[in-house]
């Protein structure tokens, strides 16, 4: 079973630059069809998928974010990882990692996720 | 953008009861691209249905998914004690991936 895990700094001031990465263990983490991803919960509200990446590096994002996000993905050490620029309070919340199944079956790089992290809370404040 | 209402918006039962939970698309979600998330405070989401119809992997069969085009039902037959969560729907089938709102089974 794959267990998911991120990791990163809490607090970040605003207009800086957020850095979390997502360790993966328990299964191949080159799977050909196993995508990658990343979600965010602003405290009380609902959730907001962020980005996919699959084991060759091919990105999809979620175009609200309008640029300010990139994804990576280090497959010798079976991470992967998030980077959000100019960070605002808006941007306050936990965010996830998690697996997605069925992105490379229905294309569009984003299906759903059956394996999640258990989240970091990041807030942004000065 | 596909919109996926929920209701209700809080469904106040019994541990015993069933609980009916809807989703209704406001557009058809073809190849039953949808699926079904419990949560609960302070965890992430936990996959319950994907395909509309299809149990992930360790979900208990107290939990049934129905439904295709526009309307969606989450089905939990009789209620256990650890049901009582926030439940959201999401749908695949077009871009951008649209979620609902969220329902509450709160204990009554």
């Known amino acids: 079973q794959l267990q998911l895990q991120e990791s990163g700094p809490g607090l970040v001031k605003p207009s800086e630059t957020l850095s979390l990465t997502c360790t993966v263990s328990?299964?191949?983490?080159?799977?050909?069809?196993?995508?990658w991803g990343w979600i965010r919960q602003p405290p009380g509200k609902g959730l907001e998928w962020i980005g996919n990446?699959?084991?060759?590096?091919?990105?999809y994002y979620n175009s609200s974010l309008k640029g300010r996000v990139t994804i990576s993905v280090d497959t010798s050490k079976n991470q992967f990882s998030l980077k959000v620029t100019s960070m605002t309070a808006a941007d306050t919340a936990v965010y996830f990692c998690?697996?997605?199944?069925?992105?490379?079956?229905?294309?569009?790089?984003?299906?759903?996720?059956?394996?999640w992290g258990r989240g970091t809370l990041v807030t942004v404040s000065s | 953008e596909i919109v996926l209402t929920q209701s209700p918006g809080t469904l106040s039962l019994s541990p015993g009861e069933r609980a009916t939970l809807s989703c209704r698309a406001s557009?058809?979600?073809?190849?039953?691209?949808l699926v079904w998330y419990q949560q609960k405070p302070g965890q992430p989401p936990r996959l319950l249905i994907y395909?509309?119809?299809s149990r992930a992997t360790g979900i208990p069969d107290r939990f049934s998914g129905s439904g295709s085009g526009t309307d969606f039902t989450l089905t939990i037959s009789r209620l256990e004690p650890e049901d009582f969560a926030l439940y959201y729907c999401q749908q695949y089938s077009s871009s951008p991936r649209t979620f609902g709102q969220g329902t509450k089974v709160e204990i009554k």
């Open positions: 328990g299964a191949s983490f080159s799977s050909d069809t196993y995508y």
């Open positions: 395909g509309a119809s």
């Open positions: 990446i699959d084991s060759t590096g091919n990105t």
């Open positions: 998690a697996s997605d199944p069925e992105a490379f079956y229905v294309g569009s790089g984003y299906a759903y996720f059956d394996y």
């Open positions: 557009q058809s979600v073809s190849g039953n691209y």
